[in-house]
């Protein structure tokens, strides 16, 4: 069994924060989610899932989509299996269901962008930013 359960999702004013937390569980994760880069994606009603965030094997290496640049921060705690997305200066467009997900990757600094290039994925939990 495998699973990414996504939390700390909500309902927030434009302008406040949210940290979302993704907890890995399962035999693939107990004692390998260090070899697992990390990303954050989501996806709003009647659009496509975007990038959001992505994070290496290590924490060492992050890259974000221009629109969250400076305002959300990834982050991850491999002794607690667990990937975090502090989001900060919530704007209504910021709205959508978030998706945390792990691939599989061999070297330290890899940072994976596209969705194709992930192997697990959470349920989601939703963000609702209103103005």
């Known amino acids: 069994q495998v699973q990414l359960v996504e939390s700390g999702g909500g309902l927030v004013q434009a302008g406040g924060s949210l940290r979302l937390s993704c907890a890995a569980s399962g035999r693939t994760f107990s004692s390998t989610f260090s070899s697992y880069a990390m990303g954050w994606f989501r996806q709003a009603p009647g659009k496509e899932r975007e990038f959001v965030a992505a994070i290496s094997r290590s924490g060492g290496n992050t890259y974000y989509m221009d629109s969250v640049e400076g305002r959300f921060t990834i982050s991850r705690d491999n002794a607690k299996n667990t990937v975090f997305l502090q989001m900060n200066s919530l704007k209504p467009e910021d709205t959508a269901v978030y998706y945390c997900?792990?691939?599989?990757?061999?070297?330290?600094?890899?940072?994976?962008?596209?969705?194709?290039?992930?192997?697990?994925w959470g349920q989601g939990t939703q963000v609702t930013v209103s103005s």
């Open positions: 997900a792990a691939a599989q990757a061999g070297a330290l600094r890899t940072i994976v962008v596209l969705t194709t290039g992930y192997d697990y």
